[in-house]
């Protein structure tokens, strides 16, 4: 009879592989796509049962689509562009990605086709948001797994057929293009992504941050003109026309939202939310945290604000080399300022933000279980439908706690070593 194995040669139980196996799909990005794959199949699949088996909710479609019949019909002056919710408001670029949307859904009546299209635009959504977060290599893996759980997102994109997710993916693209180096290309991203929706902005004291570190002040000053001539080139069949309607109309800074649609202010009275001197004071706490977050978070790893203003003002062709983690950081840090302190967020704004949730809970520095909780309220709140001060009470001390937790944290803190980048543009 043959002697029996040592113990210590016994076969590892199948339970324990399993074990090792899924702790290292969690936390190791080189399991990126054992882990993306099945997620993007899940996405798919719940996607196409919400087309099926949940109704359509027209809210904004048919006013795009009459905005851009307009358009389609020869009218190029924006006073005269209008829809059954009121006049055009979005950029040139919104008008051409929505005629498009026009031909391809026989004038707007194909809603089914309409909501297919939103389900790709969500997918790839999901798609590049899941190369960002992979960038990051500071949070865990499974953190991505929150990203396909939103009930509210899923009806944003293919429940409402909002404009909000498409200027989006331009500005996801422009994320991946500063990882990569791409100035140039990240700059263009983000003009496209401007000329959809205005919402995009948010983003930009980090992007002009990042853009200024990578290149120095005459690049940037040479990219942000580029980045102008690109709103100028696209709006120019508007601006031949009647210049000054374009451009009160596509770029309204003052326009005062609705009290009844908002999801973050109900805590204050109707009176109170129009009043300037409110928003005054949303602008005015918005600024003093971008500089708070300007002189601590965002440049304390890169030798504190004057050292990065000074090396950029001398800068030359030497490489400047900033982390990804860094890059994903002040993007998405710049963009929640903005939201913390919008003057109103209306349901179909969830997007704007929902999918770096994950990411900026995760670089916060509070345990896990609140993490869970604290975006498990959030999208609670983003679900109460009419808003209610209990629901904005509570978003607003979500959102306070997470920013609270990210002015702990600077763009080096992490467990892994982010990748750096040189500059290619």
Known sequence: MPPSKPASQAPVPVLRQAAELAKRIALDWSYFYVLAIPLLLFEALLTAAIILKIPYTEIDWIAYIQEVGGFLGGEYDYYKLAGDTGPLVYPAGFVYVYSLLFKA???????QTAQHIFAILYLVSVILVLMIYRESRVVPPFAAVFLVLSRRLHSIYVLRLFNDPVAMIPLYLC?????????MLSAVLFSLGVSVKMNVLLFAPGFALIIYQAVGLANSVLLATMAIAIQAALAIPFLLHEPQHYLARAFEFSRVFMYKWTVNWKIVDEDTFLRKDWAALLLGLHLVLLVLFGITNWTRSYGGIFNVIAKGLRHTDAKAVLTSDHIIFVMFTSNFIGIVFARSLHYQFYSWYYFTLPYLL???????VVRIVTLGAIE?????????????????????????????????????????????D
């Open 362 to 368: 995760w670089r916060g520095r509070i345990p896990t």
């Open 380 to 424: 609670y709140c983003w679900n109460v439908y009419p808003a209610t001060k209990l629901s904005s009470s509570i978003l607003l001390a979500a959102h306070a706690l997470l920013l609270a937790s990210l002015l702990a944290v600077r763009s080096s803190d992490g467990e892994f070593a982010p990748a750096t980048h040189s500059k290619r």
């Open 105 to 111: 859904t026989s004038s707007g009546e194909d809603i």
């Open 175 to 183: 994320v991946l293009a500063l990882l990569r180096g791409r100035w």
